[in-house]
């Protein structure tokens, strides 16, 4: 893991997925990477970016290598799920380019079974509502990164009640200047502070509401 957060830091692509390889052989669970690999990576990125040691050019080839990294573990998790939770479309907020928690997010949902829409970053507030109207989906996950794109997430929130269509739809709001007090002042229905936890909260939020609805037959 330590040789997986040096490679991210210096940006080495090819070294990171070869890594993943070799941790998913040596037995570590996806989850395990993630929590003591690939986030740890990005925050001694974050620290040293703060610090000054690191600018953004620096940043930009971690970030590179950190999608090499969730991209394999992505495709080495496909297919361990057999049944499908739900569907679910995800997308950094209008305004906001940060992405790689989102990638994260996306990764430990594919991994308890969600298919998942990615519909990248700097996602329209009408886009969020569009996609999981033709998706069919369960769950809207929006993430922001900036403070100055958190007040998109309410928009979509809001343009879901003007519609009539906020309670089809669970959503799911996060990013690292999300709390728990702003997801329940824009109305949502989870915050989760980290991927993992994003994934078992959203399985068991969707699992419910179909008992609820099985119940009401
Ligand atoms: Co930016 N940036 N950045 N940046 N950047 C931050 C966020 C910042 C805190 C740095 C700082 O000033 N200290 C600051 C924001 C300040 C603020 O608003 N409070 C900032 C700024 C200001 C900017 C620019 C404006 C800089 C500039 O141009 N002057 C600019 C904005 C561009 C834009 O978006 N319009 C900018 C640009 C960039 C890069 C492009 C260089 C790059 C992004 C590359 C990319 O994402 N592809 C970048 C990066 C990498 C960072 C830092 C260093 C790291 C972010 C990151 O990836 N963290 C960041 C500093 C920091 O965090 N200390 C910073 C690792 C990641 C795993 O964590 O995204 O929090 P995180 O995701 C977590 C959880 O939050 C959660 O799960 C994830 C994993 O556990 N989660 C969810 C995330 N989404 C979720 C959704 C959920 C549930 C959980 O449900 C739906």
């Known amino acids: 893991m330590q040789e997986l957060i040096q490679a991210i830091e210096k940006g080495k692509g090819k070294q990171v997925k070869w890594l993943i390889e070799q941790a998913v052989e040596d037995g570590y669970s996806p ?20 610090s000054k040691q690191f600018f953004v050019p620096e940043v930009i080839l971690a970030a590179h290598a950190m999608t ?19 569907t679910v479309v995800i997308g950094t907020v209008k305004g906001d380019l940060h992405d790689i928690g989102k990638n994260l997010v996306i990764m430990m949902l594919r991994g308890v079974g969600f298919a998942v829409h990615d519909l990248g970053y700097d996602v329209e507030v009408d886009t969020f509502i569009e996609k999981a109207e033709e998706y069919r989906a369960d769950i809207i996950c929006m993430s922001a990164m900036l403070t100055t794109t958190m007040p998109e997430m309410r928009k979509v929130v809001g343009k879901l009640v003007n519609k009539r269509l906020r309670d089809k739809y669970i959503i799911m ?4 200047p999300v709390t728990e007090a702003f997801a329940r002042n ?31 037959l």
Request: proline share 1%; charged share 25%.
């Open 68 to 86: 090499v990294g969730t991209t394999i573990l992505g495709e080495l998790m496909e297919g361990w799920n057999q049944e499908t939770v739900g």
């Open 186 to 216: 824009i109305g949502a229905d989870i915050y989760t502070k980290d991927a993992g936890g994003a994934a078992q909260i959203a399985k068991a939020a969707v699992l419910s509401r179909r008992e609820k609805e099985t119940e009401h």
């Open 173 to 176: 709001v996060g990013g690292a």
């Open 31 to 50: 989850q395990e990477i993630v929590d003591t690999g690939l986030v740890p990576a990005m925050e001694q990125v974050a620290g040293k970016y703060r």
